[in-house]
C-alpha cells in the first residue's frame, strides 16, 4: 500500500515506520528533521525491539510526493489550520482515501467538508510515543488503532486497513461506529489530558487524592452523558465505563498525557478538539458538562501550568 | 468595652487597633510578634491614615488576658484545631460574648458547641491587610463588618456591637440572617479565592479570559443554589447577585485573595471552611454543586499552585 505520512510527529514517525517495514510503500512529509531523517534513517526505540530504517522517503512538500492510497494525518490539532492544504495535493487521486488518527472532535469533519465525506476514515490511537534527537522515536508502551468511517457503518476498506495495520505489527481493529469510538477516548483524555495539563500531577499522582480520583469519575459521567446524546450505535454505560477506565489507569505507572508533555514542553495544547468540541456537540443537545467546562475554561488561561 | 482579640493576623491586629483607638480596653493574644509590639507597639499604614499605639496590651496565653466582655475571634481557619482551647479561658466570664470573623462556615458551630449558641455572634469581614514586618500591619482597602447573633434574628446586643465598631472607624452593621451573609460572602470567595490560589492569577487575570468570567458566574450560579437550600430569610436572585459581584470584582485591580497568597507564601489554605462545609450543607439539602467540587479536589492536590 501506498501511504502518505502528514504530520510526522512521535505518531505519524511510529506508525508510518511499522508500516514501512512492514512492506508497504511509506512517505513522509517532513520538516525539521528532514535532514536527519533522508540522511541516516529512522530509528524507533521500543521494548517491543528496536529497529532502524535505512532508506526513509521523506519529503518537504506534499505536491512532491506522489500518488498514494492512503493519507495517514498524524498532525497535531493544534495545526489544523494547514490541515486540508498539506492534504489537498495528495487527494487528487480519487482513488485516495484519509485517515485522521488525531485526538478529539472535529478533524474528519474538517477533512470530509473539503474532500467528501465518503473518503474519509477516523482513527483512535492508544499509543505513547515522544520523539527523541531527530530520527528518533521512543515508543513507550502500546500502539493499538481501533479506525472506521466517518459516515459510520462498517466496510471493506476499514477491514482491509485494519488487516494491513495489523500485518505491519500494529493491533488494529475496523469499527461500525467511529463516534462511539472517539467519545469513548474522550472519557479518558479530558480528565487525565487536562487535569494533569492544568496541575503538572501525572495520572497516579492525581488518583492518589481520594477527592480528584472522585471528580474524575465525576467527569467520566459527564462525558459519557454527553456522548449518549450523540446518536450512538448503543449508549454507553457511564458508571460500568468509568470504573473500567479508572481501573486501568491504575495501572499506568506515572503515566503523563500528551497534554501534559505539551504545557510542559510550552507548547501550544488540544484544547479546541478535546474539549471545546465535544462541549459544544453535548451542548446542542441539551447536556452541560459543567466540570469539563470549568477545565476547559482554566486550560485557555494564559500560562496557567503549575 | 473590653475586648480580647484572639487570633492576632493582619485581620485581628487590625480590627483590634481601630477599637482601642476608639477608646476601648483591647487585648491581644501574641505568639511570634509578642516581643515586637509590647515593646514597640502597634502601626497601621493605611490610606486612610497611618496611625501608632505606643501601648499594647499583649498576652502570652488567653488564662492571662484577664475578664472581657468580648472575644473576637480573627483565626485562621486552618486552626481551628485550638480555637475552643483558646477562647475557653476568657469565657468563664458568664457574660463575656465571642465573635468570630473568620472566614466560611463552620466556625460558630465549633464555638456554640463548646460554649451554648446563645454567646456566640458571627461577623463577616469585608477588609483587604496583610502583615508587614512585626508589629506593622498593611490596610489595603475595605474593612466594614456584618455581624449577626448565631441564633439568627436580630438583637439588642450586635446592634450595640454595631455601634461600638462604627464608633471605632469600622463600618458594620448587624444583621438578622447571619447565614445569608456568610453565604453571599461565599458567593465571592469560592470561585475567587479557590481559581486564584489553583492558578496564581488574580482577579483581574482570572477575569479577563471570556471562559473564565463565565465560568466564575457558574459557579457563582452553584452557591447561590446551594445557598437557598439553607433556610434563607430571603432566598437569593443568583443571576443578580452574581452580576452584581462580576462588577464589584472588575473595579479591583488585580486584587489577590487571601487564599491565594497563603498558596503564594506556602501556608495551609481555609479548603475546609470556605469548600468543603459549603459543599457539604448543599449536598445534604440535595444540591450539587460540580464546578465547586472539582475546584475543592484540585485545592486538596499536594503543591497544585501554578
Known amino acids: 500500500m501506498r501511504i502518505a505520512v502528514i504530520g ?12 514501512q517495514r512492514g512492506g508497504n ?5 517532513l520538516r525539521s528533521d ?18 532502524h530504517l535505512d532508506q526513509v522517503a521523506g519529503f518537504r512538500a506534499p505536491q512532491e510526493m506522489g500518488e498514494v492510497d492512503l493519507v495517514l494525518v498524524g498532525l497535531k490539532t493544534t495545526a489544523n489550520d494547514v490541515l486540508t492544504r498539506l492534504v489537498a495535493p495528495l487527494m487528487q487521486n480519487p482513488a485516495c ?12 469533519e474538517l477533512l470530509a467538508d473539503a474532500f467528501g465525506p465518503e473518503r474519509v476514515l477516523g482513527g483512535i490511537a492508544f499509543l505513547c510515543s515522544n520523539r ?4 528518533i522515536v521512543h515508543h513507550l508502551g ?37 463516534c462511539r469510538a472517539r467519545w469513548e477516548k474522550l472519557v479518558w483524555n479530558i480528565p487525565f489530558n487536562g487535569l494533569c495539563a492544568l496541575t503538572g500531577k501525572d495520572v497516579t499522582e492525581i488518583l492518589a487524592v481520594p477527592a480528584c480520583r472522585a471528580q474524575v469519575r465525576e467527569m467520566m459521567l459527564e ?39 505539551d504545557r510542559l514542553a510550552e507548547r501550544p495544547v488540544e484544547v ?21 467546562q470549568l477545565l476547559a475554561a482554566l486550560l485557555s488561561l494564559p500560562g496557567s501550568l503549575c
Chains 1, 2 share one sequence.
Open 97 to 108: 482515501s484519509v485517515l485522521t488518527l488525531q485526538n478529539g472532535l472535529g478533524n474528519e
Open 223 to 261: 462525558v459519557s452523558a454527553g456522548a449518549n446524546t450523540q446518536g450512538l450505535s448503543t449508549p454507553l454505560d457511564g458508571a460500568t465505563f468509568a470504573e473500567k477506565m479508572l481501573l486501568a489507569t491504575d495501572a499506568m505507572d506515572h503515566y503523563r498525557p500528551s497534554m501534559m508533555l
Open 25 to 29: 510503500d511509506v512517505r513522509f512529509l
Open 272 to 292: 479546541q478538539a478535546i474539549y471545546h468540541e465535544p462541549l459544544r456537540r453535548a451542548a446542542r443537545c441539551g447536556v452541560t458538562m459543567p466540570r469539563v
Open 34 to 51: 528532514f535532514d536527519a531523517i533522508t540522511a541516516r534513517g529512522l530509528t524507533i526505540m521500543s521494548a517491543q525491539g528496536n529497529f
Open 132 to 135: 527523541g534527537e531527530a530520527g
Open 8 to 19: 510526522s510527529g512521535a505518531l505519524g514517525l511510529y506508525y508510518g515506520a511499522l508500516l
Open 142 to 178: 502500546q500502539g493499538s488503532v481501533r479506525l472506521g468511517e466517518f459516515r459510520g457503518g462498517g466496510s471493506a476498506r476499514t477491514e482491509q486497513l485494519a488487516v494491513t495495520f495489523s500485518a505491519a505489527g500494529i493491533p488494529c481493529i475496523a469499527v461500525a461506529d467511529l
